[in-house]
């Protein structure tokens, strides 16, 4: 799979910055996912779990809600006001 850049920055300053392949999440319409190439999309995140695939590994984070978007460049930026990594 092609991958692409997941940037991820709360208040504090950068939380993630790295080259993915797959995120999924929840937003205020529903669930959705984004693979390299996605057309430009803003959405309102609430609190849920994101799965984000990197390097063949499925990673899950739990966010207290934001806003991520989809740039013309494909790049993916997520503002949230916390941002944890889940133990596997």
């Known amino acids: ?40 999309f803003i959405t309102a995140l609430v609190p849920c779990k994101i799965k984000i695939h990197q390097g063949g590994e499925e990673k899950l984070a739990t966010v207290d809600g934001g806003l991520l978007t989809v740039g013309d460049d494909g790049k993916v930026t997520m503002l949230t006001g916390s941002f944890k990594w889940e133990k596997q």
Request: hydrophobic content about 45%; aromatic content about 10%.
């Open 1 to 40: 799979m092609k991958a692409f850049s997941l940037t991820v920055s709360s208040p504090d300053g950068s939380l993630f910055n790295g080259e993915v392949t797959f995120i999924s999440a929840r937003g205020v319409e529903g669930e959705f996912a984004i693979m390299a190439g996605h057309i430009p």
